[in-house]
Every structure is written in C-alpha cells, then in structure tokens.
C-alpha cells in the first residue's frame, strides 16, 4: 500500500505546471504600438464577428469608415483586454469538468513508557475520493458553459458597439472638416472685403451701424471656425484612440457615402433586436447559467459520499486493510444559504434581463423618431440651399456689375454660409442616429462601404 502511495505521488508532482514570472511594464510600453499593416490585414480578411464582413485593407488609400471600424476591432486596446475574459471562461469550463484528487493519508505512531519494549511502530496508510462530485459535474460543465457562452456575447456585442462608433467617429473628423472649411471660406470672403467696408465707412457711404454688423458678423464666423477646429482636434485624437493609435499618427479618411436609413416601424425593430442583440442574448446564457448555478445548490443538499481504502499495522505487527467510508449529513447546514443566493441571483438576472429589454425598446421608438426627424429637417434645407445658392450666384453677378451694394452681397453670402454648416451638422447628427439605430437594432452592414 504504502508503495502504491508513494508512486501516486511522483506521478502526480510530474504533472504539476511550472510557474514563470512575467514583467509588466516594458511589455505593456511595447504593446501600445499595436499590431502592425500587415497583422492587421491578415486579421481584417480573417475577420470572424457577428454582424461584420471580412474586408480587404489597403493603407496606401483613405480608408472608409467600415474598415476603420473593422481595425477598431481588431486593434482597440479595450476590446483586446476584454477578449482575454473568453480565455478565463474557457478555462472555467475546462476547470468545470475536472474530477476531484483522492485525498491520501498516512501516519506513524511509535510505542514508548511502559510495557513499549519488543513493539514496532504502528503505521497506518490510506485514501479517501469523493463520489458527490461525480453527480454535480454534469451541471458544473452546463453552468460554465454558459456562463462562456454569457461573455463570449458579451465580448461580440461590445465589438459590434465599438465598429459602430468608430464608423461614427470617422464621420464626424470627416464632417468637422467640411464645417471647418466652410467657415474658414466664409471667414477669408469678410477679410478679403473688409478693407472696402471700412474705406466706405470713412467716406460715409455706409453707416457706423453695418460696420459694426459687419464686425460682429466676422467675429461670430471667426469663433466659429475657432471652435470647429478644437472639435476637430478632439474628433481626431478620440478616432486614434478607439483604433489604439498614437494621437499624433496621420490617418487619411474617404468620403463617407449616405448611410441606408433603418426602415421599419419601431414595433418590428424591437421585436427583431430581442433575439439578435447579443448584449440580450449574453443575458439569456447568464440567466441559463443561473439555472445550472440554483440546480448545483439544490444538488448540494442531498449526503455527500466519500469512498476510499484504508491499511494499517499495529504495534503488535498485526497487519490490517479494508475500505473507509465518508458521509456528510445534511442536518443544520443543508446548504440552504447556497440554495437562496442562487434563487435570489436568478431573480436578479430576471429583473435585469426585463429593464434590458425596456431600455432597448425605449431606445430604438427615440431613435425611430429622431432619424425621420432629422430627415425631413435635411430635406428642407437642402430647398432652402437651393434657393440661396442660385440667389447667391445671381447676387455674386449683380455685385460684380456694380448692381448691387456690398453690405448686401455680404449678407446674403453669410446666410448661405449658416445654411451650409447646418447642413453639415444635420447630416453628421442623422449619421450618428442611423448609427446608433443599426448598433441598437443589431442590423449588419450592408449599402455603401462607408
């Protein structure tokens, strides 16, 4: 007996793993670079996330908004960290379905005083495995493998948010850009007018009042130029964040195309994102691993067997062996304080699961109402810029024959320019709502490749 035990133990510390420590700063430093063009179009072809395409990159041409959100994936530093939650569950489930070591025991007892002389020493030897585990292990793996299943979701879900808002946030540098030119343009036909305003007011063909309409006007276009250029500093170092970039690193953006409006009532968008969501689906598996988690407690209840064989020599030298037989009884414990965490933690994940819901409803009829909203208000000052830049080339005519004043001409260039940068920001705000209404209602892409 006592050579069986000691070949179970050579065998088992031949099995054990190596520790290795691992530094963390210096690797930490190097991995902020991010993977280089080449890992990341070999990733960006091999793509394999719900809701995304596979896509073939090519850095020597701006880059649309789909293949920065397919980078966004593939590279961000939070996303990264996040996939490594996968590599924990998987390791829980394989953890899951281990069986539990035998538990074995020896001791040695020498005689001494009295009547100890002739005796040797008693010495007893054996091992104990517990039989309970054998029945929980099924709904141990189920748990685990639902729980995987939970952050799996959860981790895709996440990446399907982050495509979206980095498609959004390479509109909003690229818009930011267009307003920031428009104002800049407006702003250089002031100056470039300002010295024939103020000769005109010296000369008193004008009143003091348009001067100063004239300067409030230059001002107001100046602050706002100002500030687009700060948003689109900001826009540029939140885009190179989300893809793991330096903030200084150069990235070159295509025109984006119209997004395809999300068409549907809200009623069926809703009813469509319950089963494709995955951040509701990620819920469905926790909530089924809770099921496996109040099953585990309420089998924890019933008596747990241990089996095992026991061997022993006395100190006469009489030798002994037979088997060992261990029983928890159930009497005071029970495990009821398992069994009501688990039914409290099930009804938590019910409760959750229902606000989810809630939440995602009232989210997708806002962003219903808001994108039509926004496309009709769009369609209207696409008229208005109709008119005003017809009327704005025949005032440019007149102005330059001399037919019409320049405070006026001014004026009428400056509401065209209002009109223009609404526009602008209409278009980025309608982007940004059919974004979030595709990411809310899990729609895949599809359209233009921006």
């Not at 899951?96 to 020498?110: E, H, N, T, W």
């Not at 276009?221 to 150069?250: D, Y």
């Not at 009489?318 to 965490?341: K, W």
């Not at 065209?416 to 602008?424: A, Q």
């Amino acid at each position: 007996m006592r050579k069986v035990t000691l070949a179970l133990i050579l065998s088992v510390l031949s099995g054990c793993a190596v520790y290795h420590a691992k530094p963390l700063r210096a690797p930490a430093l190097a991995a902020l670079k991010g993977p280089p063009h080449r890992a990341l179009i070999a990733a960006a072809r091999a793509l394999k996330v719900r809701g995304l395409t596979p896509l073939a990159l090519d850095f020597r041409r701006p880059l649309t908004g789909k293949e920065l959100g397919v980078i966004a994936v593939i590279a961000n530093p939070a996303l990264r960290a996040l996939r490594e939650r996968e590599r924990i569950a998987r390791a829980q489930v394989f953890a899951a379905g281990l069986l539990p070591d035998p538990v074995i025991q020896f001791s040695a007892l020498k005689p001494y005083g009295v009547g100890a002389g002739g005796r040797t020493a008693a010495l007893s030897d054996g091992f104990l495995w517990d039989l309970s585990r054998l029945v929980t292990r099924s709904t141990d793996i189920r748990m685990a493998q639902e729980r995987a299943s939970a952050v799996r979701y959860q981790v895709a879900w996440r990446e399907w948010v982050a495509a979206n808002e980095t498609r959004l946030a390479a509109r909003q540098v690229y818009w930011l850009k267009a307003e920031w030119a428009i104002a800049h343009k407006a702003l250089a036909l002031w100056k470039g007018h300002e010295s024939m305003v103020r000769g005109d007011l010296r000369r008193h063909l004008i009143a003091r009042s348009r001067w100063l309409f004239f300067q409030a006007a230059q001002d107001a276009l100046r602050m706002k130029a100002a500030a687009l250029h700060r948003a689109l500093r900001a826009a540029r170092v939140a885009l190179a964040g989300q893809l793991g970039l330096s903030p200084a690193t150069p990235l070159a953006i295509a025109r984006p195309h119209r997004l395809r409006l999300v068409a549907g009532a809200p009623g069926a968008l809703f009813h469509h994102a319950v089963s494709r969501r995955l951040d509701l689906v990620a819920m469905v598996a926790a909530y089924h691993s809770a099921n496996a988690a109040l099953l585990r407690a309420v089998l924890d209840q019933y008596p747990r067997l241990s089996l095992g064989a026991a061997g022993a020599r006395n100190s006469s030298g009489v030798a002994e062996a037979g088997l060992q037989l261990s029983l928890v009884l159930p009497l005071f414990n029970a495990n009821r304080g398992a069994v009501a965490i688990a039914r409290a933690k099930r009804a938590a994940l019910f409760k959750d699961y229902v606000a989810r819901l809630a939440a995602a409803r009232s989210q997708i009829y806002r962003l219903a109402g808001a994108q039509a909203s926004l496309n009709g208000e769009l369609a209207r000052f696409k008229g208005r810029r109709h008119v005003l830049a017809h009327t704005a080339r025949d005032a440019q005519a007149a102005y330059r024959a001399h037919a019409l004043g320049l405070v006026a001409y001014l004026t009428l260039m400056q509401e065209l320019t209002t009109v223009e940068l609404k526009m602008t920001a209409l278009r980025l705000a309608r982007a940004a709502t059919t974004l979030a209404l595709i990411t809310a209602t899990a729609r895949p892409w599809s359209g233009k490749t921006a």
